[in-house]
């Protein structure tokens, strides 16, 4: 099974992929993990990276397709995968269809989890005091929210043309949640 999970940050991409991926034997792949790994081993996609990331702002397309490219050519995901916080814009879910295509790999399902921006606070707000994140600020949460609305939103369109998108309620308790995206996934 290969999926996509979209969703606003705070809304239990990054919680539900991995959970799902164990679940399934599959690999998880979360474009936040990559790029701050790539920021934290300081390599030169990651200092490029680091630069947008800290201002809440979207890596360029071209930086994070590299980052996917690099993954996909290992092979590792050949066995199934969920990508979580990839893609964020309508060129990038083209580039992923494009790149998937001449790996000869298809998209099942596109997973959007629906959270509203209430809970989004509450949860990136307890996440930055639990993991000391500085990329959860309340500024650049508000900053994360609104590019979001503007680039990222369009995606559900472009996986509803596709007809692999999948709406799951991302409120609730962890367990329902999973257990809404299991039953949605089958």
């Known amino acids: 099974m290969n999926l996509v999970f979209l969703g606003p940050p705070g809304s239990g991409k990054g919680t539900q992929a991995a959970r799902l991926a164990r679940e399934l034997g599959i690999v998880h792949l979360s474009s936040g993990d990559m790029l701050r790994e790539a920021v934290r081993r300081e390599t030169e996609l990651g200092r490029k990276a680091g630069e947008y990331i800290s201002k809440g702002e979207l890596v360029p397309d071209d930086l994070m397709i590299e980052v996917i490219e690099e993954n996909v050519s290992s092979g590792k995901l050949g066995g199934g995968f969920i990508l979580d916080g990839f ?100």
Request: aromatic content about 6%; hydrophobic content about 35%; charged content about 35%.
């Open 87 to 186: 893609p964020r814009t309508v060129p990038q879910a083209e580039a992923l269809g494009a790149m998937f295509d001449r790996h000869g790999i298809s998209l099942d399902k596109a997973v959007l989890l629906r959270v509203s921006t209430e809970t989004i606070f509450a949860r990136l707000k307890g996440r930055a005091a639990q993991e000391n994140r500085s990329d959860d600020t309340e500024e650049v949460i508000r900053r994360r929210l609104d590019v979001y609305e503007k680039q990222t939103r369009p995606i559900e369109e472009f996986y509803r043309r596709e007809s692999i998108l999948t709406e799951i309620k991302g409120e609730g308790t962890p367990e329902n949640v999973f257990d809404a995206i299991v039953e949605a996934t089958a």
